[in-house]
């Protein structure tokens, strides 16, 4: 397959299509949606030859195969349908979408057009990584305040001997309450001390826990949006797809068009323009286009995410909110492990989320498609030459 491989998007670009984050299905323009699927028509394939179902199915079994397996993404003008053929990105704005696709945490935040490749780059699932981070940050926190207390009560403990000899020179000089003072913070000292470093290391975990929770919470509406934008939409595309190929082939049978109404059902049903093409386009691939978009603030209404978009784009969300911090400073709790780790640097904590600190400002989409890439993914494996396969002779 040929492999294309052009400037993708801005960052400015990037952050604008986060407008994506709230996904719906278009649900009112059921000949837009039929138009971007390609259905076949009886009249395009009447004065074709009869077409061959077991070529039908193995060019299915080809798509099927590049979305679980493909190590390749194309961008630029034709990336889109390249990537994700029979899907509707050869419309207006598909290569604002497709790179969308690859830049964007709500849209996905692709690697790859195969899954396998796609969950390989990630190491494992980032929500899970970002709490697993999250979790070694808080025993790491909280290990440090026990280290620093039980320092406290061995330093009080040691000095203790010497802070009683100070007690009774005082007490023998008739110095009552400078005795008194000197023994109480020789042993009251060291236990507040402890006290509050296992108050401060519990107060940083609580703290971040609140806020991370707050976080995924208030992202849920996002994320179940999405869901529910990928299952209502997909199902409206497969039943009108369905409806129509029904329909073509009932009208060639009742004109005595044999040969377009098995062509008609032979590409419907079994081929990668037809129901087994949708299909895998709205679950391992990425989803279906369904009208064209001039700006991005037309992906919501037309892009239908699939089932695989809608996962990868709740990890990302998710793993975004793990990540958040706490509005007030560092507390003590950090400050008290950097000290008792005799100066060593202190790890990050979190990663940051790159695409939220994008520009907002840029040209519009389709004039930055093809404009110098940030450095995000730059240290992605090279992409295999890979395209899917375009049948001929529809």
Same mark, same amino acid.
């Given at each position: 397959?040929?492999h294309?491989l052009r400037?993708p998007?801005?960052a !400015?670009t990037?952050a604008?299509?986060?407008a994506?984050a709230?996904?719906?299905?278009p649900?009112?323009?059921?000949?837009r949606?039929?138009?971007?699927l390609?259905?076949?028509?009886?009249?395009?394939v009447?004065?074709?030859?009869?077409?061959?179902?077991?070529?039908?199915l193995?060019?299915s079994g080809?798509l099927?195969?590049?979305?679980?397996f493909?190590?390749y993404w194309?961008? !630029?003008?034709?990336g889109g349908?390249?990537?994700w053929p029979?899907?509707?990105?050869d419309?207006n704005?598909?290569?604002?979408l497709?790179?969308?696709?690859?830049y964007?945490r709500e849209l996905g935040?692709?690697?790859y057009v195969g899954f396998?490749p796609?969950?390989t780059a990630e190491?494992?699932?980032?929500?899970?990584q970002?709490f697993?981070?999250?979790?070694e940050?808080?025993v790491s926190?909280v290990?440090?305040?026990?280290?620093?207390?039980?320092?406290?009560?061995?330093?009080g403990?040691w000095?203790?001997?010497?802070?009683?000899l100070?007690t009774?020179q005082l007490?023998?000089?008739?110095?009552?309450?400078?005795?008194?003072t000197?023994i109480t913070?020789a042993?009251i000292?060291p236990i507040?001390?402890?006290?509050?470093?296992v108050?401060?290391? !519990?107060?940083y975990?609580v703290?971040?826990?609140?806020?991370?929770?707050?976080?995924?919470?208030a992202?849920l509406?996002?994320?179940?949006t999405t869901?529910? !934008?990928s299952?209502?939409?997909?199902?409206s595309i497969?039943?009108q797809?369905?409806?129509?190929?029904t329909?073509?082939?009932?009208?060639d049978l009742?004109?005595l068009?044999f040969?377009g109404?098995w062509?008609?059902?032979?590409?419907?049903?079994l081929g990668?323009?037809g129901?087994?093409?949708?299909l895998?386009?709205?679950?391992t691939?990425?989803g279906v286009?369904?009208?064209p978009i001039?700006?991005?603030t037309d992906?919501?209404?037309n892009f239908v995410?699939?089932?695989r978009?809608?996962v990868?784009a709740?990890?990302?969300?998710?793993r975004s909110?793990?990540?958040?911090?706490?509005?007030?400073a560092a507390?003590?709790?950090?400050?008290?492990?950097?000290?008792?780790?005799?100066?060593e640097?202190?790890p990050?904590?979190?990663?940051?989320?790159?695409?939220?600190?994008?520009a907002?400002?840029s040209?519009?989409?389709?004039?930055?498609?093809d404009?110098?890439?940030?450095?995000?993914?730059?240290?992605?494996?090279?992409?295999?030459s890979?395209?899917?396969a375009?049948r001929?002779g529809?």
């Amino acid at each position: 397959m040929i492999h294309t491989l052009r400037a993708p998007l801005t960052a !400015g670009t990037v952050a604008a299509v986060t407008a994506a984050a709230l996904i719906s299905a278009p649900a009112d323009n059921a000949d837009r949606l039929l138009a971007s699927l390609a259905v076949p028509s009886s009249n395009l394939v009447a004065l074709s030859a009869w077409q061959d179902p077991i070529v039908a199915l193995l060019d299915s079994g080809e798509l099927a195969e590049n979305y679980v397996f493909g190590r390749y993404w194309n961008f !630029g003008k034709d990336g889109g349908a390249l990537n994700w053929p029979y899907a509707g990105f050869d419309q207006n704005g598909g290569q604002v979408l497709n790179a969308g696709l690859y830049y964007t945490r709500e849209l996905g935040s692709y690697f790859y057009v195969g899954f396998l490749p796609n969950f390989t780059a990630e190491a494992y699932l980032p929500a899970v990584q970002q709490f697993q981070l999250n979790v070694e940050d808080y025993v790491s926190v909280v290990l440090s305040g026990l280290n620093l207390a039980a320092r406290e009560l061995a330093t009080g403990v040691w000095d203790l001997p010497a802070a009683a000899l100070d007690t009774v020179q005082l007490a023998a000089a008739g110095q009552f309450a400078e005795a008194l003072t000197v023994i109480t913070d020789a042993i009251i000292g060291p236990i507040v001390a402890a006290a509050q470093s296992v108050l401060d290391a !519990g107060s940083y975990v609580v703290s971040n826990v609140v806020t991370k929770a707050g976080a995924v919470v208030a992202a849920l509406p996002q994320i179940l949006t999405t869901f529910a !934008g990928s299952a209502i939409g997909g199902a409206s595309i497969l039943a009108q797809q369905i409806a129509a190929i029904t329909t073509g082939v009932v009208s060639d049978l009742s004109t005595l068009n044999f040969e377009g109404a098995w062509n008609a059902a032979v590409d419907g049903l079994l081929g990668p323009s037809g129901i087994p093409g949708t299909l895998l386009n709205l679950t391992t691939g990425a989803g279906v286009q369904t009208g064209p978009i001039v700006d991005t603030t037309d992906i919501p209404a037309n892009f239908v995410p699939s089932f695989r978009t809608a996962v990868q784009a709740a990890q990302w969300t998710i793993r975004s909110a793990l990540a958040t911090e706490p509005v007030a400073a560092a507390s003590s709790a950090s400050v008290a492990r950097a000290t008792t780790r005799l100066a060593e640097p202190t790890p990050t904590t979190a990663v940051e989320d790159e695409t939220s600190t994008a520009a907002v400002d840029s040209p519009s989409a389709a004039d930055t498609a093809d404009t110098a890439a940030p450095d995000r993914k730059a240290a992605k494996r090279d992409r295999a030459s890979r395209t899917a396969a375009n049948r001929t002779g529809n």
